[in-house]
């Protein structure tokens, strides 16, 4: 288990108090700071709405399209400020992102989409091969269905194609948004085992933005908790999960046992981290 109080532990993303404003009037991410180590999984939780999106967009540069800018603060990654480039240098420098709802191209079979993914690469065809042999390995889902139209795989298939797709670039850092998005408890938990072998393997680091709490915190190493574009809560996911608010709020458990949403419905109205 990576130890993120360390302080030998390379920090590779820092976001520091970002605002990001859409439209040049809608205030949506209001001083947004997070770090994210190397070798790390860290998620972004919180609910719909919450701004999660808006952050993973910000750091790999995906907000103009939408009339989004960040007005105040900085994204850095390595030590080099980042929010003024495009995302294609950003894919080159290591970061790319799995967008919300897996967007593979759905004409393209899995194997065409999956060799998409390197188009930034120079290393040579070999290279490529290797690579693609190692996401086989980790997806022998997708080794099965390469010839297929992705337009006519699964959901739980669309989203390890739109992952394995990424891993495609050699990338250093994942931004992985709502993986859990619309699939089975069972295909969530395979899905999120892969991603920790691939981190734990392969030493990629995650940032990953997810409004399944239980199954984040259980996989992630540290967290950042969203309430209406302010971080509200941050901490190692030990720490997170044994909060009181948390489990009351998110997880919707207490010292009492599980809780219905109804049981805790005023909980906006009784957070203590807000108060």
Not at 233 to 248: I, K
Request: net charge negative; charged share 25%.
């Amino acid at each position: 288990m990576l130890d993120t109080t360390d302080p030998k532990v390379e920090t590779l993303l820092d976001v520091n108090n970002i605002e990001v404003i859409y439209n040049h009037v809608i205030l949506v991410l209001k001083g947004v700071s997070l770090s994210v180590p190397k070798g790390g999984i860290t998620a972004l939780l919180g609910g719909n709405g919450a701004g999660k999106t808006t952050t993973l967009k910000a750091v790999s540069n995906l907000l103009h399209s939408e009339r989004g800018e960040v007005t105040k603060g900085t994204i850095e990654y390595r030590g080099q400020r980042v929010q003024d480039m495009d995302p294609e240098t950003l894919v080159k420098m290591g970061v790319v992102q799995v967008m919300e709802g897996r967007h593979c191209f759905e004409h393209l079979t899995v194997e065409e989409n999956l060799l998409t993914g390197a188009y930034t690469r120079t290393d040579g065809a070999a290279a490529i091969a290797a690579e693609l042999e190692k996401v086989y390995h980790y997806f022998p889902r997708l080794k099965e269905r390469r010839k297929s139209q992705a337009g006519y795989t699964s959901g739980g298939e669309q989203q390890m194609c739109a992952i394995g797709r990424a891993l495609m670039s050699n990338p250093e850092t994942i931004l992985l948004d709502e993986p859990s998005m619309g699939l089975a408890p069972q295909l969530v938990e395979q899905i999120f085992e892969i991603v920790k072998s691939v981190n734990e393997n392969e030493g990629v680091s995650f940032l990953l933005a997810e409004q399944n709490t239980n199954v984040a915190l259980r996989f992630a190493h540290t967290g950042y908790i969203l309430e209406s574009g302010r971080v509200v809560m941050e901490g190692t996911a030990a720490e997170l999960r044994e909060n009181p608010d948390v489990r009351e709020f998110y997880l919707g458990l207490s010292d009492e046992g599980r809780k219905s949403y109804r049981d805790v419905r005023s909980y906006r109205r009784r957070k203590r981290w807000l108060s």
